[in-house]
């Protein structure tokens, strides 16, 4: 029972999203705009660069407090911290409030990290940094980010429930992102470099589904 409420109260955060409820503020559904999702990426697209920061910072913030908090109500449960985690994530991904149409989980695997060790998350942020600008693909961080996490939790923890359940994470966001890896294969995935190229970018990525 306290597992499952453990999990429970990570899905609950999950399912706050802020980017869905800019957007309705605005006036629209974020999901039926740019890429489609309820996510910080999106936000920038259909909104603006300091929406989309203030998006994922509640993103990954959300995660911190599910997986603080589960700690604290759980502390039976040893993988409290990473169980309510990553049920965050799958609330964000799949929202039952939102008709399971939610974002993809950058932002609350973020967070995840950050609450399981602060010094992991700098160094995987810097290093999927470099990795995301040397692509100039944002869709790479959280499928790498997701799987090295994974094998650094399972060295230092030995934990294999915790690490099964990351590893179901894993799987799950990488599945979320083959539409974007198809859309790199033909040139209509925008570019990193949309932040600072906006109306060259649209330009490319029209052109490219033209063709």
């Not at 942020?125 to 094998?151: A, R």
Request: net charge positive; hydrophobic share 50%; with cysteine.
């Amino acid at each position: 029972m306290q597992i499952l409420l453990c999990a429970l109260l990570g899905y609950f955060f999950g399912n706050i999203n802020p980017a869905f409820i800019m957007a309705k503020f605005k006036g629209f559904d974020i999901r039926e705009r740019g890429s489609g999702n309820a996510g910080a990426s999106n936000t920038v697209i259909t909104i603006g660069k300091k929406a989309g920061l203030l998006v994922a910072v509640f993103d990954i913030l959300k995660a911190v407090a599910a997986s603080l908090i589960a700690v604290y109500l759980f502390p039976e449960i040893k993988f409290a911290k990473i169980l309510s985690g990553s049920c965050c994530i799958l609330g964000h991904i799949f929202p039952v409030l939102m008709r399971f149409h939610g974002g993809k989980g950058l932002a609350s695997l973020g967070g995840t990290i950050l609450a399981f060790n602060p010094w992991i998350f700098l160094l995987l942020l810097l290093f999927e940094i470099v990795l995301g600008f040397s692509l100039d693909y944002v869709c790479v961080v959280p499928v790498t980010g997701s799987v090295i996490f994974t094998l650094i939790y399972a060295l230092l923890t030995g934990d294999p429930w915790g690490t099964l359940i990351l590893s179901c994470v894993s799987v799950i966001i990488l599945f979320k992102h083959i539409q974007n890896f198809k859309r790199i294969q033909n040139g209509t995935e925008a570019h990193i470099s949309f932040l600072w190229k906006k109306e060259q970018e649209i330009a490319r990525i029209k052109k490219n589904t033209n063709d």
